[in-house]
């Protein structure tokens, strides 16, 4: 009896296996990451210019080199509020190229190196050292109010070394205005703002509370931490940048500093493109 029950058990197995087969591999199905919303449409466009002896004779170590991408805004905002913001972008940029006087256009501001090189290389024979300017702006973050644009500036013009610094702008899609921390957060927000963030600017840096800044070889005025107006709007965070030599020397380099928004829900201003993110 129990010899027929255990065959009829490994009859039964063998059944069900022929039933169902061999197991199929299962495949997992990954989900398509969302796309990101675009508010406004832009092309990057490039200058490439080689200028001084080197046009000429690609053997010449004299040599100016001006290499410029920035975004140009083509769609997606009205026509006035596209000249505007293209305006303030290029502005905005030209007064990052650390020349002693701002240009008004790239133009200009090739006009302005090609005539200050010749007139080095032409009183100096012998000197022999390329200059370089190369700057590479693009838009970093969009908002259904505001663009957030990075501007990378990198100068030799002669000298024991080169100049390099990033600007970070904000622009308003209703006006193409640049935005202020004015335009974003209620009138009287300098004390608390500027408190908060030195706490953030000392843990970033591990400074004690009870240290001076300029201890550590940070310079404020009156040695008191305050931000700068060099920031953008990036994913509901203020990101102020402190460029070599803004705070500290060089040796000491940049500052990014993060802020975010939702820890000063309180501060921020009524109408402003920032306004839902009371919400």
């Known amino acids: 009896m129990i010899r027929q029950t255990y065959l009829f058990l490994l009859l039964s197995v063998l059944v069900m296996s022929c039933s169902f087969g061999s197991k199929k591999e299962e495949k997992a199905t990954i989900p398509e990451p969302a796309a990101i919303p675009r508010y406004v449409e832009y092309e990057v466009e490039?200058?490439?210019?080689?200028?001084?002896?080197?046009?000429?004779?690609?053997?010449?170590?004299?040599?100016?080199?001006?290499?410029?991408?920035?975004?140009?805004?083509?769609?997606?905002?009205?026509q006035p509020v596209a000249e505007c913001l293209?305006?303030?972008?290029?502005?905005?940029?030209?007064?990052?190229?650390?020349?002693?006087?701002?240009?008004?256009?790239?133009?200009?501001?090739?006009?302005?190196?090609?005539?200050?090189?010749?007139?080095?290389?032409?009183?100096?024979?012998?000197?022999?050292?390329?200059?370089?300017?190369?700057?590479?702006?693009?838009?970093?973050?969009?908002?259904?109010?505001?663009?957030?644009?990075?501007?990378?500036?990198?100068?030799?013009?002669?000298?024991?070394?080169p100049n390099s610094g990033q600007v970070y702008r904000s622009y308003d899609l209703r006006t193409g205005e640049p935005i202020g921390l004015d335009d974003l957060l209620k009138e009287g927000y300098e004390s608390s703002l500027n408190e908060a963030a030195e706490i953030e600017f000392r843990m970033t840096k591990e400074i004690p509370p009870n240290q001076s800044l300029q201890d550590r070889g940070y310079s404020f005025e009156n040695d008191r931490f305050e931000l700068n107006k060099n920031f953008a709007i990036i994913n509901k965070s203020l990101v102020f940048y402190f460029n070599p030599y803004e705070i500290a020397p060089y040796s000491l380099g940049p500052t990014e500093l993060e802020l975010r928004l939702t820890d000063y829900i309180n501060l921020i201003k009524e109408g402003s493109v920032i306004d839902d993110y009371k919400n």
């Not at 080197?54 to 004299?62: G, H, L, P, R, V």
């Not at 290029?90 to 190229?97: F, N």
């Not at 190196?113 to 009183?123: A, G, N, P, Q, R």
């Open 46 to 78: 490039t200058i490439n210019e080689y200028l001084g002896p080197c046009a000429n004779d690609s053997t010449s170590k004299k040599c100016l080199i001006i290499q410029i991408e920035y975004p140009q805004i083509t769609g997606k905002v009205s």
């Open 86 to 161: 293209n305006e303030n972008i290029k502005r905005d940029i030209l007064a990052t190229t650390f020349l002693s006087d701002q240009t008004e256009s790239f133009l200009d501001l090739k006009t302005e190196l090609e005539t200050d090189y010749e007139s080095v290389i032409e009183e100096f024979p012998d000197y022999a050292n390329s200059w370089t300017v190369e700057i590479t702006s693009d838009i970093l973050y969009q908002d259904s109010l505001f663009i957030s644009v990075a501007s990378t500036v990198y100068s030799y013009t002669g000298g024991a070394h």
